[in-house]
T-cell receptor, first 110, second 114 residues
Framework: KNEVEQSPQNLTAQEGEFITINCSYS?????LHWLQQHPGGGIVSLFM???GKKKHGRLIATINIQEKHSSLHITASHPRDSAVYIC????????????FGTGTSLTVIP | DVKVTQSSRYLVKRTGEKVFLECVQD?????MFWYRQDPGLGLRLIYF???????EKGDIPEGYSVSREKKERFSLILESASTNQTSMYLC?????????????FGDGTRLSIL
């Protein structure tokens, strides 16, 4: 049983393309977290959101709580965006534990 | 900026050895976590700690133990390493509370058990 499903698993895009990564979850949550993992392993936080939309530079994250779905968009993609993007959901009353998706591996070709 | 430091980026050990993975955070966070990450399985929680000397099992604690003697340090111990524990291990920390605190990750330790 996987509480968090991401799609696609792998994605290859040309530089400049608009990219969408999807995350669906099956549990009630109080927040959703988008993470980025570059080759080499380190994970950084991109967004944490519980409603609506957030934007940071070329990255936009949206969430629909009723539909239990979130999307991460990258506008004007660049080779440095190549990474694994991980969705994690934060159910309430779990002691700050997350459920993680298996990640979407993005490669942006120059 | 929060800094979570894992003691080794790469580690090679032999079957049956006792292995220690160390993690230190510099932001006085109450919560600390150990995950392993395997292809196709994503991040899975091994143990977490919400205070000094406190620990809770995660989803896959078998074959592992942890130690938290000081707030800033959380150690993962493989009591008798086995080849199926070859994996990427990630440590994370976060502030206490149920107010949607993000987790801050270390760079990971890629452990190979031969």
């Amino acid at each position: 049983k996987n509480e968090v499903e991401q799609s696609p698993q792998n994605l290859t895009a040309q530089e400049g393309e608009f990219i969408t990564i999807n995350c669906s979850y099956s549990v009630g949550i109080s927040a959703l977290h988008w993470l980025q993992q570059h080759p080499g392993g380190g994970i950084v936080s991109l967004f944490m959101l519980s409603s609506g939309k957030k934007k940071h530079g070329r990255l936009i994250a949206t969430i629909n709580i009723q539909e239990k779905h979130s999307s991460l968009h990258i506008t004007a993609s660049h080779p440095r965006d190549s990474a694994v993007y991980i969705c994690a959901v934060f159910p309430p009353n779990t002691g700050n534990q997350f459920y993680f998706g298996t990640g979407t591996s993005l490669t942006v070709i120059p | 900026d929060v800094k979570v430091t894992q003691s080794s980026r790469y580690l090679v050990k032999r079957t049956g050895e006792k292995v220690f993975l160390e993690c230190v955070q510099d932001m006085d966070h109450e919560n600390m976590f150990w995950y392993r990450q395997d292809p196709g399985l994503g991040l899975r929680l091994i143990y977490f700690s919400y205070d000094v000397k406190m620990k809770e099992k995660g989803d896959i604690p078998e074959g592992y133990s942890v130690s938290r003697e000081k707030k800033e340090r959380f150690s993962l111990i493989l009591e008798s390493a086995s080849t199926n524990q070859t994996s990427m291990y990630l440590c994370a920390s976060s502030e206490q509370g149920y107010s949607n605190q993000p987790q801050h990750f270390g760079d990971g330790t890629r452990l190979s058990i031969l």
